[in-house]
Every structure is written in structure tokens, then in C-alpha cells.
């Protein structure tokens, strides 16, 4: 019991990182680690059933439906990652100064994540549904090349951009702070936070919470129906963030209350191979072999459903 605790606090750890991390995604992250089908039944939990139990104040209810067993080693494990790499070791530094060997180690974690799952989903699979992959990939393809666009400030938008923030961060491949850069909220919303201005944060958590509710559900149905059609639709969606966490890329920062964050990045190919080369590419293999080490203990049956 306390070996699994700790198994998940120590995945909590690793979403975490991922999270602070711009490109990447939490649930890129859960997914490679095994845990991702389950993470969403736990946010599922939190049901309309819960609340019946909250006021009917069902104290035994309240604290035994939700998959609190789960959900409490991983969220302490996040917030560990969160508090080490923001106030011990200084991720986003590392990443503004060392970008090529930070990015190149999640770039392996992904890569083998991508060749693993070709690999237990076999060629058969791939071969009779090769469509949702290429979907997956286009879909993909669109939001990480997508170009900032001008938005409006009204309450319904900022609402709306937490409900999809929030759903790409839970969908493999796609980062919720990168789909807010695109839809120009990014500054907007860290600003508000950074100064309390509920007129902005209450929205946009409303709109956290509504999409957490929906997406969860939705996805879980997916994942119900057409299991190995959805592997390889966030396969494809993990294909196409290859793009973004590349680890050689020309980077456009802005300043952000004092801080300089990433808003753009175009990939580019190393014209030389010199020592910054070579350390990317050894983590890079670092993530690839990683990834192989952690497949050995996740349930390889699970991608095998029809």
C-alpha cells in the first residue's frame, strides 16, 4: 500500500514537471506513465452523485466515492514538482538557458512513447485505422502551428478560453498554456492572477471547472467505444507536439509581469554537430530509454482491446 503511494506521488512528480514545462502537456505525461484512463475516471468521480452526498451530508459517501486513494499521492507529488522546479531548482530558467537539453529529454519521453505504442498496437491495428491517426496528427498540426490572434475580454470568452485550456491539458499532445498564448489570454489571465482580479479569475476557473466535468466525460465515452481508435488519435496528437518540443528551435519571448515567457517557437535543423548537439541527444536517449524501462511495468494488455 505504501510502495503504491509512493509509485504515484513519484508519476505526480513527473506530470508536474511536465507541467512546467511550455509545449508539453500534463496529460502527455499520464499518459506515458500508464495512469491516464485512470486520472480520468478519478476526475469523473467528482459527480453529481457526490453532491447529493455533500448535502445530504453523507460524511462516509463524501470521503469514499471520489478516488481520493489516487488522486492525493499524485496531486502531492505535483505539488512537490511544481515547488522544486519553480522555487529549488528553476525549471523555466533552465529552459530559457538549456532549452536544447531540457526539451531534448521530454522529446525522448515522447518519441518512445509514440514507438511503444505502435509497438503494442501492432501494424494490423495501424494499418485498419490509420485514418484516426492521420486525424490525430492534422488536429494536432493545427493547433501547435496555429498563429496568435486577436480575442475579446468579455466573460464569456475568458470562460470559454479555461473550459479549453483546461480540456487540452487533459488531451495527450496538447498544452493548456500554449492553446492560451494562441488565443492571446495568456498574459491577460497571468496578470489578472498575479493581481487578484476576480472579475477574470472567477470565469475563467468556472470555465476550468466546466470543462473538467464535460471533457473527462467525454473522453472516458470515447475511450468506451472506440478504444483503439482513440489510442491512435492522441498518437497522433503526441506525433504532432513532437513539433513544438523540438529540441533546436528559434524562440520569441515576452516579458510577463517581469518574467519572460515563451510565445512562440520555429524548429530549426543543427547545421553542426558541437556539444550542445550531443547533450541534447543524449538526453534525448535518456527519455527513449526511460520511457522502455517504465513500459515494463505498465499493463501492456490494456492497448489490445478492440
Request: aromatic fraction near 16%; glycine fraction near 8%.
Amino acid at each position: 500500500m505504501v510502495k503504491d503511494r509512493l509509485k504515484l506521488i513519484i508519476k505526480g512528480f513527473c506530470i508536474g514537471s511536465a507541467d512546467v514545462v511550455p509545449g508539453v502537456s500534463g496529460g502527455t505525461m499520464a499518459f506515458i506513465l500508464g495512469i491516464y484512463q485512470e486520472l480520468i475516471n478519478a476526475i469523473k468521480s467528482f459527480d453529481s452523485k457526490w453532491l447529493k452526498m455533500i448535502i445530504s451530508f453523507d460524511i462516509k459517501g463524501i470521503v469514499n466515492r471520489p478516488h481520493f486513494s489516487f488522486l492525493i499521492p499524485l496531486m502531492i507529488g505535483m505539488v512537490i514538482a511544481l515547488f522544486f522546479f519553480t522555487r529549488v531548482v528553476s525549471l523555466p530558467l533552465l529552459i530559457r538557458t538549456h532549452a536544447e537539453i531540457i526539451y531534448g529529454l521530454f522529446f525522448g519521453l515522447v518519441l518512445g512513447s509514440i514507438v511503444l505504442l505502435f509497438f503494442h498496437l501492432g501494424l494490423y491495428s495501424l494499418y485498419k485505422k490509420i485514418i484516426f491517426l492521420i486525424s490525430g496528427i492534422l488536429f494536432g498540426g493545427f493547433f501547435v502551428t496555429m498563429m496568435p490572434t486577436s480575442t475579446p475580454d468579455d466573460s464569456w470568452f475568458i470562460f470559454l478560453c479555461g473550459a479549453i485550456a483546461i480540456s487540452a491539458m487533459i488531451l495527450p499532445g496538447i498544452s493548456g498554456s500554449f492553446i492560451l498564448l494562441m488565443l492571446k489570454k495568456y498574459a491577460y489571465i497571468f496578470n489578472a492572477i498575479g493581481h487578484f482580479d476576480f472579475s477574470i479569475i472567477l470565469p475563467f476557473v468556472l470555465g476550468i471547472i466546466t470543462g473538467v466535468i464535460l471533457f473527462s466525460r467525454l473522453i472516458s465515452y470515447i475511450f468506451r467505444l472506440f478504444y483503439q481508435q482513440t489510442i491512435l488519435f492522441i498518437t497522433g496528437l503526441l506525433i504532432s507536439s513532437l513539433y513544438v518540443i523540438w529540441p533546436f528551435q528559434t524562440r520569441v519571448y515576452e516579458f510577463v509581469r517581469n518574467k519572460e515567457r515563451l510565445v512562440s517557437s520555429i524548429p530549426y535543423l543543427p547545421e553542426n554537430l558541437n556539444i550542445l548537439v550531443t547533450y541534447s541527444t543524449v538526453m534525448m536517449a535518456s527519455g527513449l530509454t526511460l520511457v522502455i524501462v517504465l513500459d515494463r511495468y505498465s499493463d501492456k494488455t490494456i492497448l489490445t482491446r478492440n
